[in-house]
């Protein structure tokens, strides 16, 4: 029987979190499957890491090389990422990562399963033309936000698109939106964060409260949005729910092995 170790890096914030449950789980389905690495099993060894220390997070993958991990995934950090990429290349070792990544060059020992923001970008340039979108609103919350559709902007789907560009934040969606409403633009995208959806869609909510006289249209963008959220959320939940409970008993499944320091 051969043994094969796995090495995985997650930041402190990401403990325990969806990320660590779909690695461990993607472990488990691989041992479970006597088709898929026949007379083979697979171990894992986990590290947790301050987000904004390289200098620990490189030593916590030399200790896990050291260990004799096979690969390394993770962790999701730009930052950190690209040291443990730099490590694993020099000794070509495996790096699976899941980020967004704008740097295009090819790395010879690394795959990320992050959608590249060229794919991105392509593909809402295939929907706003499929769709006949003339104008559109694009709301980021980070600066990074910004950078991922710049592409987008600079290149739109059709010569005469107009976009509006709003830099926005919990505090000042209401406003924003009240702003996009007064320009007659129905058409929105947003970049922010997961956690702060809910935020984005309550004000697209109150908009509605206070004016009455919206148009049908933004009445339907409003339902539309609100019904696919609750759909990603319900499956979302559900499926971390499901992963959870298979997950309870991972660690006590033979060829398992949770390492942390």
């Given at each position: 029987m051969n043994v094969l170790c796995s090495g995985a890096m997650f930041t402190e914030d990401q403990r325990e979190g969806p990320t660590e449950v779909a690695f461990k789980y993607a472990i488990y389905r691989i041992n479970k499957d006597v088709h898929l690495l026949p007379n083979t099993t697979l171990l894992y060894d986990v590290q947790y890491v301050p987000r904004?220390?390289?200098?620990?997070?490189?030593?916590?993958?030399c200790e896990q090389i050291q260990y004799g991990v096979q690969a390394v995934f993770g962790p999701s950090d730009s930052q950190l990422?690209?040291?443990?990429?730099?490590?694993?290349?020099?000794l070509d070792i495996p790096h699976l990562e899941s980020r967004?990544?704008?740097?295009?060059?090819?790395?010879?020992?690394?795959?990320?399963?992050?959608?590249?923001h060229d794919a991105v970008n392509q593909a809402f340039q295939d929907v706003m033309n499929f769709l006949n979108w003339t104008k559109v609103a694009i709301i980021y919350e980070e600066d990074i936000g910004l950078i991922k559709?710049?592409?987008?902007?600079k290149t739109p789907p059709k010569e005469h698109m107009e976009f509006l560009l709003r830099q926005g934040s919990p505090a000042t969606y209401r406003e924003l939106l009240k702003e996009i409403k007064n320009r007659e633009i129905y058409n929105v995208i947003v970049d922010t964060k997961a956690e702060n959806m809910n935020h984005f869609?309550?004000?697209?909510?109150?908009?509605?409260?206070m004016y009455r006289s919206l148009t049908?249209?933004?009445?339907?963008?409003v339902s539309t949005l609100a019904l696919m959220y609750r759909s990603i959320t319900h499956h979302f939940l559900r499926g971390v729910?499901?992963?959870?409970?298979?997950s309870g008993g991972m660690t006590h499944t033979s060829g398992h092995q949770t390492h942390t320091s």
């Open positions: 904004d220390d390289s200098f620990h997070t490189s030593k916590r993958a990422a690209t040291h443990i990429q730099s490590i694993c290349d020099a967004l990544d704008l740097e295009p060059e090819f790395k010879e020992f690394s795959i990320n399963l992050y959608p590249s559709l710049q592409d987008l902007v869609l309550r004000g697209v909510s109150t908009l509605a409260l049908h249209h933004f009445l339907r963008g729910s499901t992963l959870a409970l298979m």
